[in-house]
């Protein structure tokens, strides 16, 4: 099935950002979005590019007060001949269908949502930057508009895709991932078995920002999340997946409900063992816990060669997660940022 969308051109474009260098991470948004709404009985319907601009809504509107909301993030880039091109759009399609399904949203077809991102991305091509390590980023998101205070799967929604040309998501804090400051969080948890940690639902990173906020306070830049059980296994750190290089092995935590499954982490994993490495996708801990300074038995095999990534104490710090590691290990934490 071919999709075509109807297209509204700005009557007032903006100013594009002169200087890429200073372009940092979802601050600036281009001259069109796309949208399209949902309604019970009709289905997902009148997709449309328009200017960007501010919404009207119902204060009743459930998405304010039970949060079913989701949101996606991808990137276009500019490559080598000046062409545009997605990085693995379609991995994200399906990850926002997860997504919906968990949130009791309804599906959209993965081809059409493609159609709108691709449509929404060519409209404002000319925003895509230019420079390297810059890209343009994309942002499809979807909330419930039904104005009611049921605490029900809402029967209207809309589907939006904004665009925001960026640089490093670490540009301007430090001087990138290298460098970052790493607090393990001990007391609250991203995610737990059941919940929605594999999804990209709004609540989550509603949920994580006081852990980022203490970390801050405290001279962090970055939260490293631990299992919500029994607050040992290495998840995440702050909105990224980790991998630790370990004896020429790479481990990183695997995805089964808590962790969310990211296009970079399993394109990572696919080309490390493309490049011959054996990549372990398991459970894992650190080698000294705040709480608990004995490891468990199973994971014995990993404990003490973190040793030198790690200062224990009770805040704890990575620093230069990549030291001691060989230049595959730095392009790939290149890869890992956002
Ligand atoms: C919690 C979380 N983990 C991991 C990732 C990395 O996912 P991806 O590689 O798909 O961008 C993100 C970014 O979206 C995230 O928000």
Same mark, same amino acid.
């Given at each position: 099935?071919? $999709? ?23 601050? +600036? ?56 091109? =997605? ?9 926002? /269908?997860?997504?919906?399904? !968990? ?10 949502? =493609? ?20 890209? =343009? ?14 605490? #029900?799967?809402?029967?209207? $929604? ?14 301007? /804090?430090?001087?990138? #991932? ?16 059941? *919940? ?12 994580? +920002?006081?852990?980022?906020? *203490? ?10 999340? *631990? ?5 040992? $296994?290495? %998840? ?29 982490? !399993?394109?990572? +994993? @696919?080309? #490390?063992?493309?490049?011959? $490495? @054996?990549?372990? %996708? ?15 038995? %199973? ?24 030291? %001691? ?6 392009? #790939? ?6």
């Amino acid at each position: 099935m071919s $999709y075509e969308f109807k297209i509204e051109r700005t009557t007032a474009p903006k100013v594009k950002p002169a200087d890429e260098s200073k372009l940092g991470f979802g601050k +600036i948004f281009t001259d069109h979005m796309f949208i399209m709404n949902y309604d019970e009985g009709q289905g997902w319907h009148d997709g449309r590019v328009v200017p960007y601009g501010p919404l009207s809504l119902d204060p009743s509107s459930m998405v304010f007060h039970y949060a079913q909301e989701l949101f996606e993030g991808l990137k276009a880039y500019r490559v080598a001949d000046g062409s545009i091109q =997605l990085f693995r759009p379609q991995k994200n399609i399906e990850r926002m /269908n997860n997504t919906c399904d !968990r949130l009791c949203v309804p599906r959209l077809d993965p081809d059409m949502v =493609l159609e709108a991102i691709k449509t929404v991305v060519d409209v404002d091509k000319d925003w895509v930057p230019h420079n390297d390590g810059t890209s =343009l980023y994309i942002r499809p998101f979807i909330f419930g508009d039904e104005v009611s205070f049921s605490v #029900l799967p809402a029967k209207h $929604y809309r589907f939006m895709i904004i665009l925001s040309p960026t640089g490093s998501y670490y540009a301007g /804090n430090d001087k990138g #991932l290298q460098t970052t400051r790493i607090y393990v969080e001990d007391e609250y948890i991203r995610a737990a078995p059941g *919940l929605t940690g594999y999804t990209k639902c709004g609540g989550n990173y509603a949920a994580s +920002i006081k852990a980022g906020e *203490l970390a801050e306070k405290k001279g962090y830049s970055q939260v490293l999340w *631990l299992d919500g059980v029994e607050k040992k $296994y290495v %998840e995440e750190v702050g909105a990224m997946n980790i991998f630790f290089k370990i004896d020429g092995k790479v481990y990183t935590a695997a995805c089964e409900g808590t962790v969310l499954p990211g296009v970079t982490r !399993r394109s990572i +994993i @696919e080309l #490390l063992r493309d490049w011959g $490495y @054996e990549v372990i %996708e398991g459970k894992y801990q650190l080698s000294y816990m705040p709480k608990d300074k004995k490891p468990v038995e %199973e994971y014995l095999k990993l404990q003490g060669r973190f040793s030198h990534m790690f200062k224990p104490g009770n805040e704890w710090m990575i620093e230069q997660v990549q030291k %001691e590691v060989d230049r595959n290990w730095e392009e #790939l934490l290149k890869l890992c940022e956002l």
